[in-house]
T-cell receptor
C-alpha cells in the first residue's frame, strides 16, 4: 500500500537557520502531495501542496518540489522563526482519494531564539 | 468563510459506552472525511462521506460508524468504547469527492476513554 516516510525528530534549530524536512513516498498511482502543520492543541493546517511532477508548492516562506524520479517532497525554508515551532506532516492522496490522505508520522520542529 | 467546526472539543467516557462526534464542514463543501490521531499509530483514515453516502472506508472495526446529513454535516459514532479509542478525532472537508482536492481540517475532538 501507499506510505510516507519522514524524519520524526524532534528537530531543533536556532532562529534564522535553514530548514529541511525530508519526505519520501511510495504510491501505486500518481499522487498529490501535501504538507500540513499542526500547532499545539490544534488541528491540521494545509501548508502547501503539489499535484504533478516538478510542481513547486510554496507558502509563508516554505517550499517543496514534487520529485517523481526520487519520490520525494522535501520541505524547506530559508530562515526559520520561533513561531514555526510545530509538528509538520507530509501526506499523499492517491487513487482518487480512495484511502483518504496517507500521512507520515510527523516531524516535531523546535526553533530556539 | 467559517472553517470546519467540530463538537465537542473534549470528551471523557468510560469503557463500554458509546460516543457521537459532530463535524460541520466549510460552507459549500460536500465531502467530509474522518481521521484518528494517536501517538502510536499517527494519523489514520477512518471514512469519507459525500452527498450522504459513505464512499471510502479505512481499516477500522465496525464499532466505528458515521453518517452525513443533507446539509453535509457529519457525525461519527463509536460504540462499545475501548481504552485504545482514546485519540484526537479530526474531521476534514473538501469541495468535491476527488482525492486531489485539498482537505481542510477542523480543530478535532479529543476523546479520553477511562
Amino acid at each position: 500500500g501507499d506510505s510516507v516516510t519522514q524524519m520524526e525528530g524532534p528537530v531543533t534549530l536556532s532562529e534564522e537557520a535553514f530548514l529541511t524536512i525530508n519526505c519520501t513516498y511510495t504510491a501505486t498511482g500518481y499522487p498529490s502531495l501535501f504538507w500540513y502543520v499542526q500547532y499545539p492543541g490544534e488541528g491540521l493546517q494545509l501548508l502547501l501542496k503539489a499535484t504533478k511532477a516538478d510542481d513547486k508548492g510554496s507558502n509563508k516562506g516554505f517550499e517543496a518540489t514534487y520529485r517523481k524520479e526520487t519520490t520525494s517532497f522535501h520541505l524547506e525554508k530559508g530562515s526559520v522563526q520561533v513561531s514555526d515551532s510545530a509538528v509538520y506532516f507530509c501526506a499523499l492522496s492517491d487513487r482518487g482519494g480512495a484511502d483518504g490522505l496517507t500521512f507520515g508520522k510527523g516531524t516535531h520542529l523546535i526553533i530556539q531564539p | 468563510k467559517a472553517g470546519v467546526t467540530q463538537t465537542p472539543r473534549y470528551l471523557i467516557k468510560t469503557r463500554g459506552q458509546q460516543v457521537t462526534l459532530s463535524c460541520s464542514p466549510i460552507s459549500g463543501h460536500r465531502s467530509v472525511s474522518w481521521y484518528q490521531q494517536t501517538p502510536g499509530q499517527g494519523l489514520q483514515f477512518l471514512f469519507e462521506y459525500f452527498s450522504e453516502t459513505q464512499r471510502n472506508k479505512g481499516n477500522f472495526p465496525g464499532r466505528f460508524s458515521g453518517r452525513q446529513f443533507s446539509n453535509s454535516r457529519s457525525e461519527m459514532n463509536v460504540s462499545t468504547l475501548e481504552l485504545g479509542d482514546s485519540a484526537l478525532y479530526l474531521c476534514a472537508s473538501s469541495w468535491r469527492d476527488r482525492g486531489r482536492e485539498t482537505q481542510y481540517f477542523g480543530p478535532g475532538t479529543r476523546l479520553l476513554v477511562l
